[in-house]
Each structure stands twice: as C-alpha cells, then as structure tokens.
C-alpha cells in the first residue's frame, strides 16, 4: 500500500518567515495530495490540495508543489502569522480523495515565534 | 451547512464494554470514512463507505471494530470488546465520490478505555 514520509516533524520559524514542509510518497498511482491543518483538540482542516495534473498551486500565503517524477510535494507558507501555530498533514489518494481514504504523513508541528 | 457532526465528543468506559461512535455526514455527501488519530500510529484509516456500502475496512484492526451506515446521513462504528489499546481520537469525514475530492473531518470523538 501508500506509504507517507514526512519532513520535519517539528519547524519552528520567526513569524514573518517562511515555513516548508515536505512529504514523499511510494505509490506512482498516487493522483490526489492534500494538506491538512489540525489544531489542538480539533479535526484536521483541508487547506490546500493539488492533482497529479497541475505542478504548483497557490491560495494567498500557502502554496503547494509536486514533482511525479521524484515523487514527493511540498508545502509552502510565506509571510508567517502566529496563527499559522499548528499540526500540518500532508495525504496521498490513489483513486481521488472524494471516493478513496487518504494514507496521512505523521504530521509537523508548526511554531511561529513572535 | 453544519459539517460532519460526531457524537459523543468524549467516551470514557472501562475494558471489556461496548462502545458506539457516531457520525452524520455533509448533506449531500455520499462517501464517508472513518479514522483513528493516536500518538503512536497517527491518522489512520480504518474503513469507508461509497453511497451507503462499505468498500475498503481492511484498516479494520480486529473483528472488535464494526462500521455501519444504514443510510445516507448516519454511520455508527462499533468497538465490543473495547480494550485500553483503543483509546484515540476517532474521526469521521466525508465527501462526494464524484467530481471533487476533497474530505471534510468532523471534530472527533476522543475515547478513553480504562
């Protein structure tokens, strides 16, 4: 099956810096990656997403990128806030998240530091 | 629209009792998926549902666990025995199989077997 590997486990930047955290995955068949935002004692947000179609997008200050080839995508954060303070997830899907579940990556804890 | 409701939001019962997780999905949706969040293991799927029918519960840990969704806006998952093992934070989440591919999570319901 998929498997997720995600790096850092825990990034801590200045608030007004950028943040970036990066998942690979295994499965080529993989066509669906998404990225959650979790936090404390709150279930995970869908923040963003791509398709294996599309190399980068972009939502204001996020913005995430996926190269196939090497299989591995990225989350991108500019402009830090304190309320970016959070778990982020990275997911795979081989069949599209609407009708497939989703194999998550262990999580980065993000720390703005004012 | 309301999101993913679950109920309880917190369960604490001793080993060896039966424990019933519930959830309503967005209306509309007709994928459902329920996960386990721990420490240890992070977010896990365990089985979901594609209008009414259960496709994949190979996540399913034991033949403890059981998932039902005896309709289009109510799915119960089911732990009987339930062990210490199973304490986590339990999450439903939903979407439309088709067209789109997003997945919306519920707040969770954090279970507690002592």
């Known amino acids: 099956g998929e498997n997720v590997e995600q790096h850092p486990s825990t990034l801590s930047v200045q608030e007004g810096d950028s943040a970036v955290i990066k998942c690979t995955y295994s499965d080529s068949a993989s066509n669906y990656f998404p990225w959650y935002k979790q936090e404390l004692g709150k279930g995970p947000q869908l923040i963003i997403d791509i398709r294996s179609n599309v190399g980068e997008k972009k939502d204001q200050r996020i913005a995430v990128t996926l190269n196939k080839t090497a299989k591995h995508f990225s989350l991108h954060i500019t402009e830090t806030q304190p309320e970016d303070s959070a778990v982020y997830f990275c997911?795979?899907?081989?069949?599209?998240?609407?009708?497939?579940?989703?194999?998550f990556g262990k999580g980065t804890h993000l720390i703005i530091q004012p | 629209d309301a999101g993913v409701i679950q109920s309880p939001r917190h369960e604490v019962t001793e080993m060896g009792q039966e424990v019933t997780l519930r959830c309503k999905p967005i209306s509309g949706h007709n994928s459902l998926f329920w996960y386990r969040q721990t420490m240890m293991r992070g977010l896990e799927l365990l089985i979901y549902?594609?209008?009414?029918?259960?496709?994949?519960d190979s996540g399913m840990p034991e033949d403890r666990f059981s998932a039902k969704m005896p309709n289009a806006s109510f799915s119960t998952l089911k732990i009987q025995p339930s062990e210490p093992r199973d304490s986590a934070v339990y999450f439903c989440?939903?979407?439309?199989?088709?067209?789109?591919?997003?997945?919306?999570f519920g707040p969770g319901t954090r279970l507690t077997v002592t």
């Open positions: 997911a795979a899907s081989i069949g599209g998240g609407g009708a497939d579940g989703l194999t």
């Open positions: 549902f594609n209008n009414n029918v259960p496709i994949d």
């Open positions: 989440a939903s979407s439309l199989a088709r067209g789109t591919y997003e997945q919306y």
